[in-house]
């Protein structure tokens, strides 16, 4: 079955320690994203890409990292520079970035990241 | 400024009635998308039902529809017949055709969803 796979689901990070998180899919889509999400809250955007090789900050980009250096893999990394990375976290990805606005993301089941 | 809101932080729902989930959204684009998404406990975000700007007809799935007003900027989710696994958040979302080649949505707060038997 074809679908977006997140890894580890839950995830424990020490101060100063930087963590990846993995998210892979296997839809065949150009586009991929990372939200954030804090408890009793929407989902804001860190950091989308439309193409391997390309991708643009988000809304909240301060403390995180990404690289796309293949089209099935968008890993993040949260850096020391993020001080409050405790949140869940949510991978997401789309046919293509831009064209038609019908298009769907779909998600993964999500990272769970803590501070220890 | 907030460009989703959703303004029922929770609801209520007896089994088998219908309820309705609010959302209004703020955009001086002309062509945009509406999507409603379903997060159970798990985490997961399931997409439900999708509204296009230009759409005469309101979207229909299964127990899903939409009502679309778009003089009055709202994207209501009613969801019929409700079942104990409905109980969920639930979160609109809007994405602008205007500049967003990334394909960028907006999520709202969410509203979350109970289900009674």
């Known amino acids: 079955d074809g679908g977006i796979t997140q890894s580890p689901k839950y995830l424990f990070r020490k101060e100063g320690q930087n963590v990846t998180l993995s998210c892979e899919q296997n839809?065949?889509?150009?586009?991929m994203y990372w939200y954030r999400q804090d408890p009793g809250q929407g989902l804001r955007l860190i950091y989308y890409?439309?193409?391997?090789?390309?991708?643009q900050k988000g809304d909240i980009a301060e403390g995180y990292s990404v690289s796309r250096e293949k089209k099935e893999s968008f890993p993040l990394t949260v850096t020391s520079a993020q001080k409050n990375p405790t949140a869940f976290y949510l991978c997401a990805s789309s046919i293509r970035g831009g064209g038609r606005l019908n298009q769907p993301q779909h998600f993964g089941d999500g990272t769970r990241l803590s501070i220890l | 400024a907030q460009k989703i809101t959703q303004t029922q932080p929770g609801m209520f729902v007896q089994e088998k009635e219908a309820v309705t989930l609010d959302c209004t959204y703020d955009t001086s684009d002309q062509s945009y998308g509406l999507f409603w998404y379903k997060q159970p406990s798990s985490g997961e975000m399931i997409f439900l039902i999708y509204q296009g700007s230009y759409d005469e007809q309101n979207a229909t799935e299964g127990r899903y529809s939409l009502n679309f007003q778009k003089a009055r900027k709202s994207a209501n989710l009613v969801i019929s017949a409700s079942q104990l696994g409905d109980s969920a958040m639930y979160f609109c979302?809007?994405?602008?055709?205007?500049?967003?080649?990334?394909?960028?949505?907006?999520f709202g707060q969410g509203t979350e969803l109970s289900v009674k038997p």
């Open positions: 890409s439309q193409i391997v090789n390309d991708f």
């Open positions: 979302a809007m994405r602008e055709g205007r500049g967003n080649q990334g394909g960028k949505l907006i």
């Open positions: 839809l065949n889509h150009d586009a």
